[in-house]
């Protein structure tokens, strides 16, 4: 699991969360309260999800069309919306004391790369393809490095 995890607020405009992805390299970000409760994630699916449906029904066929400049709009307008109106919530969270093999099979059956992990509600860290890869190639405690 990951602990030091980049976060958004729900008041973080889209354009600043987008940055932030691109910054931490990072393609999915929590979206949490003051108080650290994770209310959603934002991710970049999510964001060319929103911007594609309104654009496709104007120009039917986005790469026949050529015409892109109702696209830059989309762009200018979702950027300055709140996350809060783009997070996607209920997704599947885990805690700390999920077995890997729950971790790993939720992954695969919901088709997300990481999971949250929570505590009470409150976001504690993030599990991901790369850790459960990380067992594999260090199967227990003593051989893995990071714990």
Aim: hydrophobic letters at 40%.
């Amino acid at each position: 699991m990951t602990r030091e995890v980049s976060t958004v607020s729900p008041d973080t405009t889209v354009a600043e969360a987008a940055l932030l992805m691109l910054s931490t390299r990072h393609g999915t970000l929590p979206v949490v309260d003051s108080g650290g409760r994770l209310l959603g994630v934002v991710s970049k699916a999510t964001l060319v999800r929103r911007l594609l449906p309104e654009y496709l029904e104007q120009v039917g066929d986005l790469y026949r069309s050529g015409e892109f400049e109702p696209f830059r709009e989309n762009v200018e307008t979702v950027g300055m919306l709140p996350v809060k109106d783009v997070l996607e919530a209920g997704l599947p969270t885990v805690t700390e004391e999920t077995p890997l093999a729950e971790v790993a099979a939720l992954m695969i059956t919901r088709h997300v790369r990481q999971v949250p992990v929570v505590r009470e509600g409150v976001l504690v860290g993030i599990v991901g393809m790369m850790d459960i890869i990380g067992q594999i190639a260090w199967p227990t405690p003593e051989d893995n490095p990071d714990g």
